[in-house]
Each structure stands twice: as C-alpha cells, then as structure tokens.
C-alpha cells in the first residue's frame, strides 16, 4: 500500500509541553486528515484540512498543510495526559479511500 | 445514535475456519468502509459501499474475502479458510458523501487465527 511517513515515530513530553508531528505523503490529494487512536480502539477524527487550506485550528489543535513539499504537521498545545495515544494522518484522493501513515506514538507524562 | 458499531469485539478462531463480522454504521451515513490494521501500522483499506453497492475492493480483498451490504444499512465482512496472516484490527468507517468532515470509525473486530 502506498502509506505516507510520519514523524517521528515516537515522542514522549511532558504534560504541559506542545507536541509536533510531521506527516509527508506521495500523491495529489483531495484532503489531509488526522486521527487518534487509543490502544485497542478505533480511530478518532480529530481535524480535516482540504488541499486548497494552508492552516487550520481546532481547540488545542494546529494543523498546517505545504502541497508544494506534500507535507502536513499537527501541533497539540499544553499536553494533557490524556492526550497519550497514536496520532494518523491520512490522505483522501479520488475515489474516497484513506491512506494512513504508519503513526506517531505520543506519549505525555504527568 | 451511538456512533458505528461492530460486533464482535474480538474472534479468536483456528485456521482454515471461516469468520464473519458485522458493521453498523451510523444511520445517515450513506458510504461505509472496511480497514484492516495490523499491529504498529496503520490502518489499510480494504472496500467501500455507497448505499448497497460495492464500489471499490483493494488488492488485500483476496478471494478468500467477501464484504456485504445488503439493503444498505449494515455490513458483513467474511473472511474464509482463515490464514495466520489475517490476524489483524478490522475497523469498519462509515461517512456521509465523500467525509468532508471526516469519517468516524468502530471500535474495531480483532481477529486473532491459530
């Protein structure tokens, strides 16, 4: 399968620090997403950012999009413990199916 | 609405026995997805339906798969004469349109083969 990279693959702060992670992926796209998943569970939609979006917030959440470098990066704001979970990007092209990164496992200390 | 539902929650079976897994998706929904992950991976597609027809199946569909919706509200996935390889988090999505606002996911079937 044709999955993006994320980066890093593991990141471990401390509560109250922001976290950043890098996604780059391979072809045109018709929007990026980001997903949280908690151990053994499903998937969570956090936020969408279409092709044509360059910066997009939610709460905590920062998401920016470069098309020219096919590249997305999430920023979370003052961790929380809660916030421990791997983190997704997943790309939408034509045709409706989602590709995923292989993940970035975050883990935030108390 | 309680979100999409999948059942069972988890399948321990032996090899070359056949499985079946069941995705309710959220009712207004009119598209629904099948994933499957593997552990420390993410999740890879496997087909969608809009309404009742299958529009789209990936390669990992081999023969030994088969995915309905019948009626187009919920799915089925059966896999038979399951393989060791097919130990995975099957995770069924559902999506109103193209999920401009995203897709929301199941809890996920963990199939485990011996």
């Known amino acids: 399968s044709q999955q993006g990279e994320e980066d890093p693959q593991a990141l471990s702060i401390q509560e109250g620090e922001n976290a950043t992670m890098n996604c780059s992926y391979k072809t045109s796209i018709n929007n990026l997403q980001w997903y949280r998943q908690n151990s053994g569970r499903g998937l969570v939609h956090l936020i969408l950012?279409?092709?044509?979006?360059r910066e997009k917030h939610s709460g905590r959440l920062r998401v920016t999009l470069d098309t020219s470098k096919k590249s997305s990066s999430l920023l979370i704001t003052a961790s929380r413990a809660a916030d421990t979970a791997s983190y997704f990007c997943a790309e939408e092209t034509s045709g409706s199916r989602l590709t995923f990164g292989e993940g970035t496992q975050l883990t935030v200390n108390p | 609405d309680t979100g999409v539902s999948q059942d069972p929650r988890h399948k321990i079976t032996k090899r070359g026995q056949n499985v079946t897994f069941r995705c309710d998706p959220i009712s207004e929904h009119n598209r629904l997805y099948w994933y499957r992950q593997t552990l420390g991976q993410g999740p890879e597609f496997l087909t969608y339906f809009q309404n009742e027809a299958q529009l789209e199946k990936s390669r990992l569909l081999s023969d030994r798969f088969s995915a309905e919706r019948p009626k187009g509200s919920f799915s089925t996935l059966e896999i038979q004469r399951t393989e060791q390889g097919d130990s995975a988090m099957y995770l069924c999505?559902?999506?109103w349109g193209q999920g401009n606002d995203g897709y929301t996911f199941g809890s996920g079937t963990r199939l485990t083969v011996v």
């Open positions: 999505a559902s999506s």
């Open positions: 950012i279409r092709s044509n979006e």
